[in-house]
């Protein structure tokens, strides 16, 4: 009785290094690898003249189908520092929202503004080439009066 007592007690210590042996070695010891996501990343500025960064705009990535799909979206650091995370690899519009909580704070993108187009690449970092600039509405010139 007693050998069988330490005989299961001994099977019992060999499956339990088995199995924790397993778990750090051989596939990988916690390892992560490759998502295949990249990211993107750039900068928001407020102003025409000496520009600030500028925090809390909304960054969306949307798809060029019909209709669009939002596929990632992040918010600009106090500086005006962004990273969107978690991008699938492809070809989207960055779509710009200076007021996402809708506080009324006054900024806009420029009427002048270019569409910004990005490529994401799998595992890899993509930094826009060029800062985004917001505006304060009250700065932009009148709009000419509509025409009779």
């Not at 007693?2 to 390892?31: D, H, N, Q, Y």
């Not at 500025?45 to 925090?55: D, H, M, Q, R, S």
Request: aromatic share 4%; glycine share 12%; proline share 13%.
């Amino acid at each position: 009785m007693k050998r069988v007592a330490i005989l299961c007690l001994a099977t019992t210590a060999c499956l339990a290094l088995m199995m924790l042996s397993g778990c750090s070695g051989g596939g990988g010891g916690g390892v992560i690898g490759p998502t295949g996501l990249g990211s993107v990343s750039g900068r928001v500025l407020a102003g025409l003249e000496n520009p600030v960064g500028f925090g809390n705009v909304e960054i969306s990535l949307q798809t060029q189908t019909v209709p669009p799909v939002v596929v990632a979206t992040g918010l600009s650091n106090a500086n005006g520092f962004f990273t969107v995370a978690n991008v699938p690899p492809g070809t989207y519009d960055v779509i710009i929202d200076p007021d996402p909580d809708n506080t009324g704070n006054g900024f806009v993108l420029p009427p002048n503004a270019p569409q910004i187009t990005v490529v994401v690449l799998p595992d890899q970092p993509t930094n826009l080439p060029n800062d985004i600039t917001v505006v304060d509405e009250n700065d932009l010139p009148p709009e000419p009066p509509a025409a009779p």
